[in-house]
């Protein structure tokens, strides 16, 4: 996966906070007035640095879109991801930017349930994202 500071919306963000959105450092500008989504599919994709701590919270990446970069709306969810599996290196969310999307992008961190005392994350706009599920040796694909 090749990674560029230019589609970066934040890295190694601090994610303790209370109940609430935890809005990325960085907004992306497209520079373009007209939907975004079509062309070259582009894939939101955000990890977890340090793992999230926080009893009965959980985190979920949400993309939000702006025609003026002022008012954001969510445009697309990641899975909601509770603390034991927010660990260190995992993925929070894969997702393809949608049809539709407007001018600005921001992705917020959501956390729900109970305060987060710990934890970073990064979110980024990449051509293309690793998608397979390593399974235990010895299982053989039919």
Known sequence: MYIDSQETFSEAQSV????????????????????????????IFAKMNAALAGVGSSIQVVLQDSADNATFADKQAGPVVATAAATANS????????????????????????????????????????????????????
């Open 91 to 142: 993925v929070l969310a894969r997702f393809y930017i949608p049809i539709g999307t407007r001018r600005y992008l921001r992705v917020v961190y959501r956390i729900t349930g109970a305060t987060t005392t710990a934890g970073t994350a990064s979110a980024y706009i990449v051509l293309d994202a690793q998608y397979n599920v390593a399974n235990r040796s010895g299982i053989s694909a039919v």
């Open 16 to 43: 303790a906070a209370a109940v609430g959105d935890i809005v990325s450092t960085n907004v992306y500008d497209t520079g373009a007035a007209a939907d975004i989504g079509n062309g070259e599919e582009l894939i």
